[in-house]
């Protein structure tokens, strides 16, 4: 029962911060539209049952199983992932990358900058989410455009603060 309310609380703290990030660079709706299907049933059970406070639950269950079915079941369904956005390279015929909307790009900025700050909790410093970015790096599959955009804008946040990397965000049109 205690990793219902503890994993129920996190993933609200969570949502509520990226809701409050989302307002800040003029997408509220995707912020109010943000992570629902953790909520759902094998998204929040898994969550629960794996919950550890500091990490994602989706490690316990890859450990578990060797895959985890509630980030298959997330990244599926939320569009803020870059690992939504791969297709078939029509040429090559690989599974591929391909460039994500603006406006998911900036959700993802969003959501892993209040991922860093729940997870960190008092120890989080804005150069956390860049960081995290970069030790990922050589793991991901994100398309090149969509990584160098996000990596700027966790650069401004690293080095200048939230205000100047919402503000750039809010000015961003298009890349």
């Not at 994993?7 to 629902?36: E, F, N, P, Q």
Request: aromatic share 14%; net charge positive; with cysteine.
């Amino acid at each position: 029962m205690g990793n219902l309310w503890k994993h129920y609380s996190t993933i609200t703290r969570h949502r509520h911060a990226v809701i409050r990030h989302c307002a800040r660079a003029g997408i509220l709706w995707r912020g109010l539209m943000h992570d629902l299907s953790k909520y759902s049933p094998t998204e929040f059970w898994a969550g629960v049952k794996y919950y550890k406070g500091t990490k994602s639950p989706n490690e316990g269950e890859r450990e578990a199983y060797g895959f985890s079915r509630a980030w298959i079941h997330h990244k599926g369904r939320n569009r803020h992932h870059f690992e939504y956005w791969t297709d078939y390279d029509r040429v090559t015929h690989v599974m591929s990358p391909v460039k994500m909307p603006l406006i998911f790009v900036k959700e993802m900025f969003c959501d892993r900058v209040a991922a860093s700050k729940i997870y960190q909790g008092q120890n989080y410093s804005p150069a956390h989410p860049l960081a995290y970015f970069q030790r990922g790096t050589a793991n991901r599959a994100i398309h090149p455009e969509t990584a160098k955009l996000l990596e700027g804008w966790l650069v401004i946040l690293a080095e200048e603060g939230e205000k100047a990397a919402f503000r750039e965000i809010r000015n961003c049109k298009s890349y």
